[in-house]
């Protein structure tokens, strides 16, 4: 059973009405956004009905625009006009013949497609004194009373638009063999290395699981090995004017072993890398969220190899680091790190198919 959404605009001429407010980004092709637009026509003046869908990037609290600055920069924007209808009859789909049912003759059926190469709704987690809406992308299906679709000149008041933000999400698709990755290291005054092999069990993690790191250890040196630290990284590369990335570390623990020398050792540990350890972490890249509910670390942007896309990529990588202390006379002077990384994807399950579709408006 899923919801209706609807929202009106002030002066009650036209309301939106969507089925729903996630779209799934499949890497090569992305879920049509499909809509109604009521209109009164007696309200109009003469004028038409457009709706636009539009994706942009927010760096700014729209309460600092107090001199005329904008603090969003649209990625990609398309505009249709649905009244007067422009483009004869469309194709409806199965949920615009639902909200038609509801609505009545008085509805007009609009859709958008949006290109694979649009960034996922992702927002940069704000510090805990930080106010107003967190900066990051997201998405805008807007209707409005307008003479034009775009006349710069033409003042649109707020109350002849109706909005409703939307996501564009990703799911895990279906999981391959984890990761691996091997590293032998000399160290000096020493013939021979450590050989050091971590992996994961599996590619891709949800949001929450438990991530196992099997570690495989052959000391072939004089070292004594006296720690394990594995922790996760994330990695958010933010694209707009220019391409900036930055690193935060998620999760982090530390293992005291002694692994003696020339032996070997197996062992797998585990990390969870969650939101509500971080907290604190002003800029950390965490999933769109709709009003108030619950969100979680950004997901792994899928994307072709072929296709660039602006806005805020993430990605993640697990570390492993083993700290060796020397042996003799010179101690820990010698001792040294072997440290090795592996690819991580973190993202959410797909969840159970909606069957039956109910049309329940509800204000949003």
């Not at 809509?35 to 457009?50: A, E, Q, T």
């Not at 032998?184 to 599996?202: N, R």
């Not at 009003?291 to 570390?319: C, F, M, P, R, W």
């Amino acid at each position: 059973m899923s919801k209706v959404f609807k929202k009106t605009s002030g002066n009650g001429s036209i309301a939106l009405y969507l089925g729903r407010r996630d779209f799934v980004d499949h890497v090569d092709s992305v879920d049509v956004v499909d809509g109604i637009v009521k209109v009164d026509p007696s309200g109009l003046n003469g004028r038409k009905v457009f709706v636009y869908l539009a994706c942009a990037f927010r760096y700014g609290s729209d309460d600092l625009d107090v001199i005329g600055l904008s603090f969003r920069r649209d990625i990609w924007i398309k505009k249709v006009q649905v009244y007067p209808p422009a483009d004869g009859n469309p194709t409806k789909t199965p949920m615009q013949e639902s909200l038609l049912k509801k609505v009545g003759e008085q509805g007009c059926p609009f859709s958008f497609q949006m290109p694979t190469n649009l960034p996922c709704s992702v927002s940069l987690h704000p510090g805990p004194k930080d106010d107003g809406k967190a900066c990051g992308v997201d998405f805008e299906v807007k209707a409005y009373i307008a003479n034009e679709a775009s006349n710069p000149d033409e003042v649109i008041e707020k109350k002849d638009t109706c909005r409703l933000m939307i996501r564009k999400i990703q799911f895990a698709p279906t999981n391959k063999a984890g990761p691996k990755v091997e590293l032998s290291k000399q160290f000096m005054m020493s013939d021979k290395p450590i050989h050091l092999e971590a992996s994961l069990e599996k590619e891709i993690y949800y949001h929450g699981d438990p991530i196992n790191v099997i570690v495989k250890i052959n000391n072939e040196t004089s070292k004594t090995i006296k720690k394990i630290k594995v922790s996760v990284d994330q990695l958010t590369n933010v694209v707009l004017y220019s391409s900036d990335t930055y690193t935060k570390e998620v999760c982090s623990e530390e293992f005291a072993e002694n692994i003696a020398a020339n032996s070997t050792f197996e062992k797998s540990f585990q990390v969870t890398p969650l939101l509500s350890n971080n907290n604190e972490k002003r800029g950390l890249a965490v999933d769109g969220k709709l009003k108030d509910e619950d969100t979680n670390l950004a997901s792994t942007t899928l994307s072709q190899e072929d296709k660039e896309i602006q806005g805020i990529i993430v990605h993640y990588k697990v570390k492993i680091a083993v700290t060796a202390s020397g042996g003799g006379l010179l101690g820990g002077l010698t001792g040294s790190d072997v440290v090795v990384e592996l690819p991580l994807t973190l993202m959410s399950p797909k969840p159970a198919e909606v069957t039956d579709v109910i049309v329940d408006p509800v204000e949003a």
